[in-house]
């Protein structure tokens, strides 16, 4: 059964500073990683996929890497802004070729 | 462009009540369709999905079922609603190929009484 954690569940820091979120799953044999973001009682919204052959995706302030070996990814937001805060899903998709999603970090940027 | 449509956004519903949340996709054919539900304080589950009309395939066992009358269209339904189905519900489509991220509506908002 695949698994995917991310840690912290929550983060909280000041405007302007870069962050970095993780994600670590289990499945090696993973086809694609998604990373999302949540804002409160809303869906999701796509930020990146990284195919299994690639090693990170990036747009604008935002980029998402990908390790296969050690079962990690990370999504780095550069000059955080208030209007980041949010929560920020992390979803594998494995060789059940169906999504499996993390519980999520909490992201507050503090103005 | 593509648009994925979920209605309505909340509900309340009595226990042991019937259930239909509707979803549709603009701007695309033949997409894969998804259920997922999202418990406070959990990660998304997978509920039901679909390659095509008809076809529907369940992750997890339940009182709830899917249905595909149309090429865009998924209907989440449940003859009789349990306290552990609230929940929000979520839809989203993807492209048929492996290497097609998903992409998802607003959600359903359903609070059991």
């Known amino acids: 059964k695949q698994e995917v954690t991310q840690i912290p569940a929550a983060l909280s820091v000041p405007e302007g500073e870069n962050l970095v979120l993780n994600c670590s799953f289990t499945?090696?044999?993973?086809?694609?990683l998604q990373w999302f973001r949540q804002d409160p009682g809303k869906g999701l919204t796509s930020l990146l996929l990284i195919q299994s052959s690639q090693r990170e995706q990036t747009s604008g302030r935002l980029n998402a890497s990908l390790d296969k070996s050690s079962g990690r990814s990370t999504l780095y937001i550069a000059a955080s802004q208030p209007g980041d805060s949010a929560t920020y899903l992390c979803a594998m998709t494995g060789s059940a070729r169906q999504l499996t999603f993390g519980s999520g970090t909490q992201l507050t940027v503090l103005p | 462009s593509q648009t994925i449509h979920q209605w309505p956004a909340t509900l309340v519903q009595p226990v042991g009540s019937p259930l239909s949340l509707e979803c549709t996709v603009e701007g695309t054919s033949n997409p894969n369709l998804y259920w997922y539900r999202q418990a406070a304080g959990r990660g998304l589950q997978l509920l039901f999905y679909?390659?095509?009309?008809?076809?529907i395939s369940s992750e997890v066992p339940q009182n709830l079922s899917a249905s595909r009358p149309q090429d865009r269209q998924f209907i989440l339904s449940s003859k009789k609603l349990l306290l552990s189905d609230s929940g929000f519900y979520l839809c989203?489509?993807?492209?048929?190929?492996?290497?097609?991220?998903?992409?998802f509506g607003d959600g359903t908002r359903l609070s059991i009484l």
């Open positions: 989203a489509w993807s492209a048929v190929a492996d290497d097609q991220p998903q992409h």
């Open positions: 499945d090696s044999a993973i086809y694609n």
């Open positions: 679909s390659v095509g009309i008809g076809q």
